[in-house]
């Protein structure tokens, strides 16, 4: 038997337990393994059921994802799927841990599903851009009927099999022992003279053939305009389960499942998955212990201060939150008890965790309340002084080996960490707002930073829900520096003859969760006007620089919050609505230059703007901001509204081929020589014939 999946038999039922570390993948040796294990129990007389089962933590959690976009290898999933299904002896699966996607399909396919009390079932193929591809969009109906199938599988979450959704795929849920639990009931079973049951010939879901194409009809509405492709072929597989015979509707399947797996799409939801798992291997967490974080203390309760200590809470964490005086603390405090009762009443929060959170959240005005905090944040204004102020505040009370950690956009983290005794435990942290709905946390690690440190932050940033993506360097950002290179590119093109609303348009169809002027809106446009004025008393910068920013906001234009920014912002148009006085003031600007206005299509936009994020991230790796591509891919898909299926910059700029962005980067030259200067790294990757994906290890 192979070392995959284990053997043996127990009174007349033989159980294959398989045995890949460590969520039992469906790989090829498991497949193999369960063909051989399944032939090996058919051919023995005394055998008269078989239980399926996983051992360590869960039963198998999905496929093995490194071998999608690949040439299978016998056998595949669907053909040992139907070999257990059309057994002639009883098949129980027993489903422990979480049962996900190839996993959940095999348990399908088996005659009986026990389960325990715990488990998890789920079909999550839609996040990497394709669908159950072993049956599961055939089976999954015929138990459940369209409309829960579907959801389970559109979704891509997993549910409880104690749950009413997951009622309908299994057949006994159990507490304790779950092996002998399964023989057991394999038994009463064969004692009841029940035998095979195969999936393929339960038609329970399809018994009000109205209310099913209603449900495809309404799921099919709500995927319409959803730019993946995937939920809609998963709608059309579900469709065609009522349709066409069992066998022909696994044949549709497959073919809509093959379609996906090599799609672009899929190609990019399947390297943001690995991506996600490699930006928080940092080297000092492999050879160096992390301090366990219990109690975070926080300095200033502005927007971020308040959204890392919602973050804290949400992670069970102890959070003491530091303002400069009373007044400043009942507001933000207040501003924070006014959010919860607002997720409490929109049902998204119960009212016994919001209680929860206030009890662990301790406001005070003293630094001396921050003796006991494992990581101490300050997210004061961006001033020098102030923060190096704080820190030096802090170096006197935080106890040894406590992370102190800067949140600033515009300094050197190790002018400011100079005010302390210890400057190697000071980071940076960049996770913009809103900070507890964001999900990557740039690790800023400054040059001599503590290994104990940078262990410390990466493990605290994985305890709250974040990613972290290491950026090198004392003033290293990489999301911020990528959206800067995009807005300079969208400022270009306004100047040259689009607006505002015709760029945010293009690059919301091309997938971004904003527009580019939308967001800025949305931010408040003070800080990048401060920012610009700090930047030109340094003395004049290379480059064309577009000023229509400066223009409004001499205008009194500060965006959303203001009332308006780029939009206009009022009870009519809470989201924003053009307004011609922008238009106009754009005009004046292109005029007092002498631009000619030129059209430009929605692609002209989304390529000029693909290429500024390309040729930034290219500059950041080389520089040594950024570790890798792929890293830049995190940071934009979870912070900056990259939209996932296209994988991030870097992996776009793959897709759309090395050469084409390079001679778009040169073909816009004309526009800004400086800005549109394209990184050597092209040639090389050209030369080389490999892309971006090459350098991520």
Not at 192 to 209: E, L, S, W, Y
Not at 216 to 226: E, I, M, S, T, W
Not at 360 to 381: N, Q
Request: aromatic letters at 6%; hydrophobic letters at 45%.
């Amino acid at each position: 038997m192979d070392k995959a999946v284990g053997y043996e038999v127990d009174d007349a039922i033989a159980i294959l337990e398989i045995r890949n570390p460590p969520v039992n993948a469906v790989g090829a040796a498991v497949r193999k393994g369960l063909e051989a294990g399944l032939r090996r129990a058919l051919e023995d007389e005394t055998v008269k059921a078989i239980v399926i089962l996983g051992s360590g933590r869960t039963f198998p959690a999905g496929s093995d994802i490194r071998e999608f976009g690949r040439p299978p290898a016998d056998p595949g999933l669907p053909g040992v799927c139907n070999d257990i299904e059309t057994a002639p002896k009883l098949v129980v699966a027993a489903i422990h841990g979480t049962a996900l996607g190839g996993g959940f399909e095999l348990a399908l396919a088996a005659h009986h599903r026990v389960a325990d009390a715990a488990a998890r079932i789920g079909f999550p193929e839609v996040t990497l851009g394709i669908l159950p591809g072993a049956g599961g969009t055939q089976r999954a109906p015929r138990l459940a009927g369209a409309g829960d199938a579907l959801d389970l599988m559109l979704s891509g979450r997993p549910i409880a099999v104690t749950s009413p959704a997951a009622r309908p795929y299994i057949d006994k849920i159990v507490q304790g022992d779950l092996r002998d639990a399964a023989l057991a009931y394999a038994r009463a079973l064969l004692a009841q003279d029940k035998g095979a049951r195969p999936t393929r010939d339960i038609r329970k879901g399809f018994g009000d053939p109205m209310a099913y194409q209603q449900a495809v009809a309404l799921r099919r509405d709500g995927v319409a305009d959803r730019p993946e492709m995937a939920p809609r072929e998963i709608v059309n597989c579900v469709e065609a389960a009522e349709l066409l015979p069992f066998d022909v509707g696994l044949t549709f399947e497959r073919a809509a499942f093959e379609e996906c797996v090599q799609s672009d799409q899929a190609a990019s939801l399947r390297h943001v998955f690995f991506a996600e798992r490699r930006a928080p291997k940092f080297p000092e967490i492999e050879t160096t212990r992390a301090t366990p974080v219990t109690q975070v203390g926080i300095v200033g309760g502005g927007a971020a201060g308040r959204g890392l200590a919602l973050a804290c809470l949400e992670a069970d964490l102890d959070v003491v939150l530091i303002e400069r005086n009373k007044a400043a603390l009942r507001d933000s405090l207040g501003k924070m008890n006014t959010y919860l009762d607002r997720q409490v009443a929109q049902g998204r929060l119960r009212g016994a965790a919001r209680d929860g959170y206030l009890m662990r959240l301790h406001g005070k005005t003293d630094f001396v309340a921050l003796s006991e905090a494992d990581i101490v944040i300050e997210t004061v204004a961006d001033d020098l002084k102030e923060k190096q102020q704080v820190l030096f505040q802090l170096d006197a009370v935080v106890r040894e080996e406590a992370v102190l950690v800067s949140t600033t956009v515009r300094h050197d983290v190790q002018k400011i960490a100079s005010k302390t005794g210890d400057p190697g435990w000071v980071l940076g942290l960049d996770i913009p707002n809103p900070v507890h709905l964001r999900q990557g946390g740039e690790v800023m690690v400054p040059d001599g930073a503590s290994k104990a440190a940078i262990a410390t932050m990466v493990g605290f940033l994985r305890h709250i829900g974040k990613i972290p993506i290491r950026a090198k360097g004392n003033t290293a950002h990489i999301g911020r520096a990528i959206v800067a290179a995009y807005r300079q590119a969208a400022d270009l093109l306004v100047e040259d003859g689009a607006t505002p609303y015709l760029v945010d348009e293009a690059m919301r169809a091309f997938g971004m969760a904003q527009g580019p002027y939308e967001q800025r809106d949305w931010e408040g446009l003070q800080e990048e006007w401060a920012l610009r004025r700090a930047l030109g008393a340094q003395g004049p910068h290379a480059g064309r620089q577009v000023t229509i920013v400066d223009r409004l906001c001499e205008a009194g234009r500060f965006g959303k919050a203001a009332g308006r920014g780029y939009y206009l912002y009022d009870a009519q148009s809470p989201k924003g609505r053009p307004d011609p006085q922008v238009v106009a003031l754009i005009r004046q600007e292109r005029e007092a230059k002498g631009i000619s206005a030129r059209r430009f299509t929605p692609e002209d936009i989304q390529r000029h703007c693909l290429a500024a994020m390309v040729n930034e991230g290219a500059r950041l790796l080389r520089i040594g901001h950024a570790r890798c591509p792929s890293d830049i891919d995190v940071v934009m898909v979870h912070n900056y509204g990259f939209p996932r299926w296209r994988g991030g910059p870097m992996k776009a700029a793959d897709i759309a081929g090395i050469r084409t962005v390079q001679r778009d980067i040169e073909r816009f030259a004309p526009q800004d020589g400086v800005f549109w200067s394209a990184e050597p790294v092209f040639d090389t990757l050209f030369k080389a014939g490999v892309g971006f994906d090459s350098l991520n290890g």
